[in-house]
């Protein structure tokens, strides 16, 4: 199982920039498709980004596609995503997440699992 914990997270003016990382603990990182998802208050989480086990394949939602981008360092066990042109919708609990099976494209969102705390970023007007 792999163990995760995001950290970046803050306040930050629309047009912002923020930079979020997840480190997972364990030896299974590498070979495990990662993901961030966000739960605004009151919502339900949704899918924000994903990247394959290798790092060669990406998805977003529609909503950050253009503003977002999610990378990793396998070397580090880290996972990151940057955030650019922050609008106040983005404003939630962020959480990244692995997939439960190993040496997958990060495509199949409903696999993911192994969820960090989160971290609050929040986007005033």
């Known amino acids: 199982q792999v163990q995760l914990v995001e950290s970046g997270g803050g306040l930050v003016q629309a047009g912002g920039s923020l930079r979020l990382s997840c480190v997972a603990s364990?030896?299974?990182?590498?070979?495990?498709?990662m993901g961030w998802f966000r739960q605004a208050s009151g919502k339900e989480r949704e899918f924000v980004a994903s990247?394959?086990?290798?790092?060669?394949?990406?998805y977003y939602s529609d909503s950050v596609k253009g503003r977002f981008t999610i990378s990793r360092d396998n070397g580090k066990n880290t996972v990151y995503l940057q955030m650019n042109s922050l609008k106040p919708e983005d404003t939630a609990v962020y959480y990244c997440?692995?997939?439960?099976?190993?040496?997958?494209?990060?495509?199949?969102?409903?696999?993911?699992?192994?969820w960090g705390q989160g971290t609050q970023v929040t986007v005033s007007s």
């Open positions: 990247i394959s086990w290798k790092g060669g394949i990406t």
């Open positions: 364990g030896r299974t990182f590498s070979s495990r498709a």
């Open positions: 997440a692995a997939d439960e099976r190993a040496y997958m494209d990060g495509s199949s969102r409903s696999r993911f699992s192994s």
